[in-house]
Nanobody, 126 residues
Framework: QVQLVESGGGSVQAGGSLRLSCATS????????MGWFRQAPGKEREGVAT????????YYADSVKGRFTISQDNAKKTVYLQMNSLKPEDTAIYYC???????????????????WGQGTQVTVSS
């Protein structure tokens, strides 16, 4: 079974940086879609960034473009989200998600993903 475990969340002041990690196990797809999502209190879960594993194509929500970078370490089976220039509006629970099978496409929509981690809290103070 695919298991996703997020880590790296915490509290940071505006303008600071954090790097989130998503450790995967039971992931056998050679080319699939991994994504980072976030959900703030009272808001719907929204896509932040995606990456095609094995291919490296990345996509970002406009709200984080230029500030966040998604990457992967295939040897460690880990996907990262480097978050720079953090803003208070970035405060949310961040979730890692996986499509779970081979695909050449990706999406920032939550319904596209079949596996989810438990989330890690990111709090940005002003």
């Amino acid at each position: 079974q695919v298991q996703l475990v997020e880590s790296g969340g915490g509290s940071v002041q505006a303008g600071g940086s954090l790097r989130l990690s998503c450790a995967t196990s039971g992931y056998t797809a050679s080319s699939s879609c991994m994504g980072w999502f976030r959900q703030a209190p009272g808001k719907e879960r929204e896509g932040v960034a995606t990456i095609i594993t094995g291919g490296g194509s990345t996509y970002y929500a406009d709200s984080v473009k230029g500030r966040f970078t998604i990457s992967q370490d295939n040897a460690k089976k880990t996907v990262y989200l480097q978050m720079n220039s953090l803003k208070p509006e970035d405060t949310a629970i961040y979730y890692c998600a996986a499509r779970g099978w081979t695909t050449r496409t990706c999406s920032l929509g939550t319904d596209y993903y079949n596996y989810w981690g438990q989330g890690t809290q990111v709090t940005v103070s002003s």
